[in-house]
């Protein structure tokens, strides 16, 4: 009984943590063999730093010269969708990928991720690597990208983030209240409810009406005449337009807090863009 036992808890320890560590996928992955060790041991430094910081989000960084006849985006999707990334219960993300066969760099996120990194935030990160990638230096790109993302995470999801689907063009937000809302909303709820127990308190204190009031000789009611009487019409007309607007200026027109997602190969919501180089 003792040796089943035994056993019993080394299996369970096998499940539980030998498993995990041996299924766990890399994340830089430099499959066109553009870092150098050193290179490659020190971004998975900064992004195992960035994990412990931000644990419900994941980061990964990979490079390859051969996207199996897909684009740029759709390998960058199904790579962080097919090796297991993703922090917390819903695989929250980014990905950042050189892709040399389609001479593009590419953004994935997924879940939070297409929260944190905007259209606009993504648009940003693409700059700062563009620079260290048309000059060879592919170890900057990735520090650039990773340095802007954690800038992001400290900044926080933007207050007017929205998902646009460029699929549908449906758009969705997040409900969520500030700190500050839930402070106000928290003081006009106590606010109210003393309001009430005082206007309780005072009326249960005031002396009950001995003389009592003939309310079935006083209730009677008989009418007489009825009429109806047209008091007031008002009409307002609205154009809806059934074409959510596109493109213009990130920055400006309402566009800055946008995230445009799109479903990849295996149905999941991205986010994401690309750039030329």
């Known amino acids: 009984m003792k040796r089943l036992i035994g056993y019993g808890l080394s299996l369970l320890l096998i499940i ?14 430099d499959e066109a063999g553009f870092l150098t060790d050193e290179e ?13 910081t931000y644990p419900n989000m994941d980061f990964v960084f990979v490079t390859t010269d051969d996207a199996q006849g897909k684009d740029t985006q759709a390998y960058a999707d199904d790579y962080y969708d097919f090796h297991g990334y993703g922090a917390g219960g819903d695989d929250s993300g980014v990905l950042f990928l050189i892709d040399m066969d389609n001479r593009n760099l590419g953004i994935s996120t997924h879940a939070d991720g297409v929260r944190y990194f905007t259209d606009e935030r993504i648009e940003a990160l693409l700059d700062r690597a563009y620079g260290y990638v048309s000059g060879g230096d592919y170890a900057g790109a990735a520090k650039a990208f990773l340095d802007g993302a954690e800038e992001y995470m400290k900044t926080g999801i933007p207050s007017d983030q929205h998902n646009y689907d460029t699929e549908t063009g449906k758009i969705t937000r997040e409900k969520s209240l500030s700190v500050q809302e839930i402070f106000i ?65 990130r920055s400006s027109g309402g566009f800055s807090g946008r995230s445009s997602t799109h479903t990849s190969s295996s149905g999941r919501t991205h986010g994401g863009g690309t750039r030329g180089f």
Request: proline share 5%.
């Open 185 to 249: 909303f928290a003081l006009i709820a106590v606010a109210a409810g003393v309001v009430c127990c005082a206007v309780v308190f005072v009326r249960y204190r005031k002396k009950a009406d001995r003389n009592s009031y003939p309310f079935r000789e006083k209730s009677e009611i008989k009418l007489t005449r009825s009429e109806d009487v047209f008091i007031n019409q008002t009409v307002t007309s609205r154009r809806i337009n059934s074409n959510p607007p596109s493109g213009g200026s």
């Open 40 to 52: 490659a041991d020190g971004l998975e430094e900064q992004i195992a730093a960035l994990c412990e």
């Open 16 to 29: 539980f943590f030998v498993l995990p560590a041996a299924a766990a996928e890399p994340r830089v992955i």
